[in-house]
């Protein structure tokens, strides 16, 4: 499966835009890219997935370049409810595989 | 969605004893579970994968004989930590893949203390 690379940290102010940018550089022509959230002592929660361009839904959107070797979780004007680790993944698109998480980045909404 | 539930939530055991985490598909049947352990301020690590019917498979490093894992129904996995120690105080976390969904559901977490 492919590694990812996630920033540790973030900090953003409330009512920011925030982007999260992931790089999958081994990123297989079959793989999907997955994005979940994490709140403390809770299971992760998907929260947007896509293979390649711009996928949107009403949380977040995801861009992939052409090459598909990165991608941006963008979160529009987050509020202090956004504070999780967001994770983000790289396999199969049904999720029947199991999936191995990077570090994840852990974004800080500050009042 | 689907939806995956753990019991117990949270569970303080003596050093020695053995504890089961339960993992339920509530509304769907789940033919392969996946069991994570998280450590504070770390990434989830996989452990193994449950298979109903069959053996679990684990991933390196994890002793099969220490975390016992049952997949005896399409909707229950169970995780039996015996002969607990305190360094196997962690998050215990669960998931599975509903077909027809493209991702997986996890649970909310069993978290594990061992005095």
């Known amino acids: 499966l492919a590694k990812t690379t996630q920033p540790i940290s973030m900090d953003s102010y409330e009512g920011q835009e925030v982007n999260i940018t992931c790089s999958h550089n081994?990123?297989?022509?079959?793989?999907?890219i997955t994005w979940y959230q994490q709140f403390p002592s809770q299971g992760p929660r998907f929260i947007i997935q896509g293979y390649k361009t711009k996928v949107t839904n009403e949380v977040a959107s995801l861009f992939i370049p052409a090459d598909r070797k990165s991608s941006t979780l963008s979160l529009p004007r987050v509020s202090l409810s956004d504070t999780a680790v967001y994770y983000c993944l790289v396999g199969d698109r049904g999720g029947a595989n199991n999936l191995f998480f990077g570090t994840g980045t852990r974004l800080t909404v500050i009042p | 969605g689907a939806v995956v539930s753990q019991h117990p939530s949270r569970v303080i055991c003596k050093s020695g004893t053995s504890v089961k985490i339960e993992c339920r598909s509530l509304?769907?049947?789940?033919?392969?579970m996946f069991w994570y352990r998280q450590f504070p301020k770390q990434s989830l690590m996989l452990m193994a994968t449950s298979n109903e019917g069959s053996k679990a498979t684990y991933e390196q490093g994890v002793e099969k004989d220490k975390f016992l894992i049952n997949h005896a129904s399409l909707t229950l996995s169970t995780l039996t930590v015996t002969s607990a120690h305190p360094e196997d105080s962690s998050f215990y976390i669960c998931s599975a893949p509903p077909s027809g969904y493209n991702e997986q559901f996890f649970g909310p977490g069993t978290r594990l203390t061992v005095l």
């Open positions: 509304d769907f049947q789940a033919t392969t």
């Open positions: 081994n990123i297989a022509t079959n793989d999907y």
